[in-house]
């Protein structure tokens, strides 16, 4: 999942490294690194993981090292984790020994890729054996800032709503409809409520970060909003659509109280609320599905407003790739075309549980084993229509002053009028600052 606060603050300090490494460039002190030793091209891979990921990871790394004896891939455990990824990054740029390739969110991409050591994949994709169509639109639209390819898509997820089948048969409830709407949802989280014993509805992160922010999305664009307008000069919410977004989560949360709003960081207690069996319905991700251990679940798309698509969102994360050097760089494409070919796809996503990030990936011997161990069906269906937020460097400013606002809406603090107003005019005025 790719969780990230980004503000004025990191890209003020973004901005600063790429100046930095632009100078460090311009003495040719990066651009002139040693390629190779003794024949073998080494290319140095930040790629975040933690256990049990990591430990499949290098098992990955070491079949790619035996099979391109020519290449030897060496993960640098000093990029440290995904989620401090790009501040690492901008430091390693900004001190000129940056990797060969890291790990680095979508909503970072924009930023990231105004450095002169950012490799340009334009060219690159449209090579034999890349298959560039074959990646989902969403990993695509992510990493392609101004028509140009600036990464390769690393992780592709959406959200759909898992729910608790325990609690909506002690309720007397059906289970979800794909063809419900948010009124539906509504309805059925007042349902599942029980202040007495501590149970919810449904949940929501709200510290007023980006997991807080990227939720609301789905609900402006199933009724034609836009998070940004055409020229990128203001919001695309500002109206009707982003005030009902904002008045369907407030009907939930203060009106009905049906909403747990999990306020710390890294949103655990709403995961673990639900794997207690004390929430009903959750919109997630399929990267939660391992923390529900034992609850027996069942997933369905996304509700929708009536005669409105049931538009859901995307967030993808990425590998990036930085020049060392043409020698390394040639080295580095070649190791994340085979990271990302099917066979390989369909490893890693039968050891993690990922969804595929290539459509393709669900055409090669194995799939089956994948589909017996993770219930990732409706996930993966939802892909082909899922969006992604707009890759632009102006996209953090909008999302921490949604983040804000949502946060009010969700415990009470402002009506729906008042928030929309707020992220309107704050994020107006720094989208016209940016220019």
Not at 23 to 37: N, R, W, Y
Not at 72 to 81: I, L, N, P, Q
Not at 254 to 261: H, R
Not at 287 to 298: H, I, M, S, T, Y
Request: include cysteine.
């Amino acid at each position: 999942m790719n969780v990230k606060r980004e503000g004025w603050v990191m890209r003020v300090l973004i901005a600063v490294a790429l100046c930095a490494a632009a100078l460090v460039a311009g003495c040719g002190s990066s651009g002139d690194k040693a390629a190779s030793s003794g024949g073998v091209t080494t290319v140095h891979f930040w790629h975040g993981q933690t256990d049990p990921a990591d430990k499949v990871m290098d098992g990955l790394i070491a079949d790619f090292n035996k099979s391109h004896p020519k290449i030897k891939v060496v993960a640098d455990r000093g990029g440290g984790v995904a989620d401090t990824m790009v501040q690492k990054v901008t430091s390693a740029l900004a001190g000129g020994t940056y990797p060969d390739i890291a790990y680095i969110f979508g909503s970072d991409v924009s930023n990231l890729a105004r450095s002169p050591k950012v490799v340009d994949l334009t060219d690159v994709v449209k090579q034999p054996g890349w298959n560039w169509d074959d990646f989902w639109p969403g990993g695509r639209d992510v990493v392609t800032v101004n028509g140009r390819v600036r990464a390769i898509p690393s992780l592709i997820d959406d959200l759909a709503v898992v729910y608790n089948k325990k609690l909506f048969d002690q309720a007397g409830l059906q289970y979800p409809s794909p063809d419900w709407t948010w009124d539906d949802f509504r309805a059925t989280a007042k349902k599942l409520t029980d202040k007495g014993k501590g149970q919810f509805g449904t949940g929501w992160p709200g510290v007023g970060d980006e997991d807080t922010v990227w939720r609301i999305w789905p609900f402006v664009w199933q009724q034609g909003g836009e998070i940004l307008s055409s020229d990128g000069k203001s919001v695309g919410f500002s109206g009707p659509t982003g005030l009902k977004a904002l008045q369907t989560v407030y009907d939930m949360a203060a009106t009905d109280k049906s909403i747990y709003v999990d306020t710390t960081p890294g949103s655990e207690k709403l995961l673990q609320v639900f794997a207690n069996n004390r929430m009903g319905m959750m919109p997630t991700g399929p990267w939660a599905l391992p923390d529900f251990g034992d609850v027996k679940v069942g997933v369905v798309r996304l509700p929708s407003y009536p005669g409105t698509d049931h538009t859901t969102i995307t967030g993808p994360d990425t590998w990036m790739l930085f020049d060392n050097g043409s020698e390394r760089v040639k080295a580095t494409e070649e190791f994340v075309k085979w990271l990302t070919s099917p066979p390989i796809d369909l490893k890693w996503d039968v050891a993690t549980g990922s969804l595929p990030v290539r459509k393709s990936t669900s055409q090669q011997p194995g799939w089956s084993a994948y589909t017996a161990k993770w219930k990732t069906g409706e996930f993966l269906k939802q892909l082909a229509a899922a969006r992604a937020r707009p890759a632009v460097p102006t996209y953090p400013e909008v999302s921490k002053a949604m983040g804000k606002s949502l946060s009010g809406v969700l415990l009470g603090r402002q009506t729906p009028q008042q928030a929309l107003d707020s992220v309107v005019k704050t994020s107006n005025s720094a989208l016209a600052q940016a220019g």
